[in-house]
């Protein structure tokens, strides 16, 4: 028999016309034809130079774009090292977030983040990053991880008196700003643009597109706090991103991955292995807003890993 899980209800710059009359034309010479040979040249030196300015182009990146290209691999780019670095005031408030990305070959780009940015932190739904980072260093990551699609090495704390050192340690790399738009008010809010943000984490972290990631619900059914946190960089790594966050109706022994259509069920055995414990569950009542939901039971992060099983028709 299969727990029940309930759902909780999810919202949905004139000038003058003075000209000189021209010169007379000079008679030119008849032109001659070239022959094809130095025609061949011409193109091929063109061709020559287009190449190099497009490499040039792709190593340095086009600031004013917004959306800087990078040296890649077989279409891939080689990224070495990734932070996430947290500026923090006297009173240890969070007055700037970047994630710093170093390239294979020295160069590297940096991704700044608008402390006001509204994104979904787990066991506290949408919030400004500033509120995350209010809650530890690797609330403020793992909450990052779930933006960007793609896990970050390390997190640190940077005091402003250090914060050009620390973001500046590429030179010739590029400088990006989150995509935003702001939502007004005293308190400095912004908005994720999702379609500007996919071209620019795309290249700068090769991270999947989110039109590609599956959307997914944690309810934490145990009576631990922080148990969405510790989950999400598992879904992350199986490129999953948490849309929604909240508690379940009661306990839970076993982690429930709940899906319900059958487009979803593969992606549901994806995201119990990554969990790597729980049972993967057929829903017979669809919801709109999330493809897969996780009820965390006490299973998840025991020592021993749980038996993965399946149950279908079952109506959390």
Do not use: C, H
Not at 118 to 133: I, Q, S
Not at 178 to 186: H, K, Q, T
Not at 241 to 263: H, W
Request: without cysteine.
């Amino acid at each position: 028999m299969t727990d029940t899980v309930a759902l909780p209800p999810v919202g949905d710059g004139s000038r003058r016309n003075r000209r000189k009359a021209p010169p007379p034309r000079r008679q030119r010479p008849p032109r001659r034809a070239l022959p094809i040979r130095q025609i061949l040249l011409a193109v091929l030196a063109v061709v020559v130079a287009a190449v190099a300015v497009a490499g040039a182009m792709s190593i340095l990146g086009d600031d004013d774009a917004g959306e800087p290209t990078t040296p890649t691999t077989a279409g891939r780019i080689e990224v070495t090292s990734s932070r996430l670095l947290l500026e923090r005031d006297a009173s240890r408030d969070l007055i700037g977030a970047a994630v710093v990305v170093a390239w294979r070959g020295g160069a590297g780009a940096v991704l700044s983040i608008p402390p006001g940015t509204m994104l979904e932190t787990p066991g506290l739904g949408l919030a400004p990053l500033r509120e995350a980072a209010s809650g530890g260093d690797d609330l403020a990551l793992v909450t990052v991880e779930n933006l960007l699609g793609v896990r970050i090495d390390q997190v640190a704390g940077v005091d402003p008196a250090d914060w050009s050192a620390a973001v500046g340690a590429f030179p010739d790399g590029t400088k990006v700003a989150l995509p935003v738009s702001p939502l007004g008010g005293a308190d400095e809010l912004f908005k994720v643009d999702n379609d500007r943000l996919d071209a620019v984490v795309a290249r700068v972290l090769q991270a999947p597109r989110r039109a590609s990631r599956i959307t997914v619900q944690v309810l934490n059914g145990t009576r631990k706090p922080g148990v969405a946190a510790s989950v999400v960089p598992a879904l992350v790594a199986a490129g999953a991103r948490v849309s929604l966050t909240g508690n379940a109706d009661a306990d839970y022994a076993t982690t429930q991955v709940v899906y319900y259509s059958d487009d979803a069920a593969d992606e549901a055995a994806r995201v119990q292995r990554a969990l790597g414990v729980g049972q993967v569950v057929r829903s017979t009542v669809g919801i709109g807003a999330v493809q897969v939901t996780v009820v965390v039971g006490a299973d998840f992060g025991a020592s021993s890993r749980g038996t993965p099983s399946t149950t279908e028709g079952a109506t959390p």
